[in-house]
């Protein structure tokens, strides 16, 4: 298992990107999964920006492991409990004047990744997603 | 990310090349907003050209959207393909926006 640890920020995005493509190459994943890692990356690390740690100085750790098939990412964070697999589903079916313009983050996430858990551990958001790493799913 | 202007017609066309990110996304969205602004609000995105799109991204086009149509415009997204059209699909923007496979075809959908 390999793991980074920086500010929670935006700008700590492009480290955390290079940590985990070079993690998943070095792990053999498949290419066509790394922009899916991307941008799971992405979402989970700007929604703990904005909504667990709202502002606030923190610090969020990414964890990389790869087992039987199997490619994960782990998010650790210490702000409070926030579990983002509870937000309400946007509406898709709304016309453009209704859209809303939050929660797509997540609803992308759930779609990307073939497993999703979120545990709190003591003072500690623990949010582990997965993916199916032996062939690339859903390419149309 | 580079951003390029041009013009078909009344319509400007403003091509997006590489990614639009959470960072992305800011720029992309000031510049589109400043077309607005000065009275461009038929906008052809020319995604032919995009590699990565994130929620930042389509929160940035639905932004611009609902800026352009009240001022009497649309947004017409053109060449959408790959991973950034899977986001579209996936959010269900590829049903509430005009998709054009080319150019040619998004100048065609400017009326």
Redesign the interface.
């Known amino acids: 298992m390999q793991s980074l640890r920086l500010p929670a920020r935006?700008?700590s995005?492009e480290q955390f990107r290079a940590f985990v493509a070079d993690t998943a190459k070095r792990e053999q994943i498949p290419s066509e999964l790394v922009?899916?890692l991307?941008?799971v990356l992405?979402?989970l690390l700007?929604n703990l920006v904005f909504h667990a740690y709202k502002g606030n100085d923190g610090s969020a750790e990414v964890q990389c492991s790869a087992e039987g098939g199997t490619f994960c990412l782990r998010f650790v964070d210490e702000g409070p409990p926030f579990d983002p697999l509870k937000r309400p589903p946007?509406d898709?079916?709304k016309?453009?004047?209704e859209?809303q313009?939050?929660g797509?983050?997540i609803?992308?996430v759930k779609?990307m990744a073939d497993r999703l858990e979120y545990r709190r551990d003591r003072d500690r958001n623990i949010l582990t997603v997965c993916f199916d790493a032996k062939e690339a799913k859903?390419e149309? | 990310m580079r951003i390029e202007d041009s013009k078909i017609g009344q319509a400007a066309v403003v091509q997006v090349a590489g990614r639009i990110d959470a960072a992305g996304s800011t720029v992309f969205e000031a510049h589109c907003k400043k077309l607005i602004d000065k009275g461009d609000t038929t906008i052809i995105l020319d995604f032919s050209e995009l590699e990565y799109l994130s929620s930042a991204g389509l929160r940035a086009v639905l932004t611009i959207a609902k800026k352009a149509k009240p001022a009497g415009g649309k947004i017409i997204i053109s060449g959408l393909a790959g991973g950034a059209k899977e986001i579209f699909d996936i959010s269900g923007f590829s049903s509430m926006f005009p998709m054009a496979n080319t150019l040619e075809d998004a100048a065609g959908m400017v009326l």
């Open positions: 935006l700008d995005l922009p899916k991307e941008l992405e979402e700007t946007p898709l079916s016309p453009l004047e859209r313009i939050g797509l983050g609803h992308l779609n859903r149309t």
